[in-house]
Structure formats: structure tokens, C-alpha cells
């Protein structure tokens, strides 16, 4: 484990950026770099919101820190660990053991129910799921207030519950880094906020730090923290005074 895990907090850093970046057609005539030598660090309990305009480098950054691609230059560090360097099968039980993943559209296999999709990523690690695997999984549909529901079918739940479904199944595997793309972009106003509002507490509850790529200004006022990323570069990365309180933001 990296000796700079950890804060004058006492919390455990989760996430750290040295210099990262992300270029494509490396070595040739096309070389194009997407991303500019990023620097960020993320703790435990942290809530922070990713903005920018479209084409800036969110998506391709967001696929970097959840380990499904591999930057061009500098490190990022998950927990402690380098993983520029990483061979596929390092990298592949890294990314499942510590990190959880909420994207807009649900990806929810209607064919199993809802309890089964929020045991799957459960299921697919070591099989058959123990019993205290399915406690926990009920314990999360509780959580997200759909304990009820968990022997229903996805397509029996509106957008908003799928949407929770999909939060307690990327909770499952008690991730220390939850990545959400745009998790409200397809969901009315109304159920947007109360999705939100289940992200900010089981932030306190949960203690895994939160990033949440998001174009809607309104929603990232509610993180404690909003990270700006224009044309591949950070050119921001302040504290929401008047976010509700989650554990402590600790900046950069």
C-alpha cells in the first residue's frame, strides 16, 4: 500500500491522479491528447460532481478511473495501488473488488429479478450466491426503499425505481469508489432529486467516495465538491458551500 494513503483526517484515499494522461493514434502522424496531465484526489466519503461541455474528456476520463482503459502517461492510483502498469487480470479484480458503477440507462437483465440483478455482479465473482450474500442484497433494496420488489421483474418498476435497483447493485460488492454516469439524464425532475438525495445519504451511510458525471448544474450543487473539466484539462475543482453535509470534502 502507497504511505500517502490517508489524509490529516484520518480517511483513507481512494483515488489519486499524478499527471494522467490520454492521448489517441500515440506514436503517428494523428496523435490527438484528450486529456492534459490531470491531477485529482478522492477520499473516503467524498462527493463530488464531474461538469463540463460536451467533448472535454468526461467520459474518456471516467473510463480511465474505473480501469476500463489504460492512460497514456502518468498514474493513477486506486487505493493505494498503481495501475498504469497492470496486467488485464490485475486490473479486471481491482476494478470489481473496488468499484461500483451507476450508468444512465440501467443495464438491468429483465430476465432474473430484482434481487437476482442486484446479486449479479455477486454471482458472477464466485456463483451461487451464500445466504449472507442475499441478506445483504435485501438489506440494500431496504435501503433504496425497494425491499418489496424484490422478487418482481425490472420492467415492472418505473424508471426511477431501475434506477435504484441499479444503485444497490453497484453497492453489492462494497466498493470503495462509486463512478455514476449521468444517473438522472433520463428520469423527470422530480425522481432525479430523490435518486439524488438516495446517492448523498448512502454517501454518509456507505463512507465510499462518489463522482457523478453530470450536466445538470442543479444536481451538481447538491455534491460537496464540483470538479470542471474543459477541453481535456481541470480547470476547477471547488467546494459547494451550501451542499448538503457529506463526510467532510477534502479538495486537492
Not at 488485464?88 to 438491468?108: C, W
Not at 464540483?226 to 470534502?249: E, F
Request: aromatic content about 4%; hydrophobic content about 40%; overall charge negative.
Amino acid at each position: 500500500m502507497d504511505e500517502s494513503v490517508g489524509s490529516m483526517a484520518g480517511r483513507r484515499e481512494v483515488l489519486r491522479l499524478e499527471g494522467l494522461r490520454k492521448s489517441y493514434n500515440p506514436g503517428t502522424s494523428l496523435e490527438t491528447e484528450v486529456l492534459h496531465g490531470l491531477d485529482l484526489r478522492l477520499q473516503e466519503g467524498d462527493l463530488a460532481a464531474l461538469i463540463g461541455p460536451s467533448g472535454s474528456g468526461k467520459s474518456t476520463l471516467l473510463n480511465l478511473i474505473g480501469l476500463l482503459d489504460t492512460p497514456s502517461g502518468g498514474e493513477l492510483y486506486l487505493l493505494g495501488q498503481a495501475t498504469r502498469a497492470m496486467d488485464d487480470d490485475n486490473r479486471t479484480r481491482l476494478r470489481n473488488e473496488s468499484i461500483g458503477f451507476v450508468f444512465q440507462f440501467h443495464h438491468l437483465v429483465n430476465a432474473f429479478s430484482v434481487l437476482d440483478n442486484v446479486l449479479m455482479p455477486l454471482m458472477i465473482r464466485r456463483g451461487k450466491p451464500e445466504p449472507a450474500d442475499v441478506e445483504l442484497a435485501l438489506g440494500l433494496l431496504r435501503e433504496v426503499g425497494l425491499e418489496a420488489f424484490a422478487a418482481k421483474k425490472p420492467s415492472q418498476l418505473s424508471g426511477g425505481q431501475q434506477q435504484r435497483v441499479a444503485i444497490a447493485r453497484a453497492l453489492v460488492t462494497r466498493p470503495a469508489l462509486l463512478l455514476a454516469d449521468e444517473p438522472t439524464g433520463n428520469l423527470d425532475t422530480k425522481t432525479a432529486e430523490s435518486v439524488f438525495e438516495l446517492f448523498g445519504r448512502l454517501n454518509r451511510d456507505f463512507g465510499c467516495a462518489v463522482l457523478v458525471v453530470t450536466h445538470d448544474p442543479r444536481l451538481a450543487a447538491r455534491c460537496a465538491r464540483t470538479i470542471t473539466l474543459v477541453d481535456g484539462s481541470i480547470v476547477s475543482d471547488a467546494g459547494n458551500p451550501d451542499a448538503p453535509a457529506s463526510l467532510s470534502p477534502s479538495g486537492t
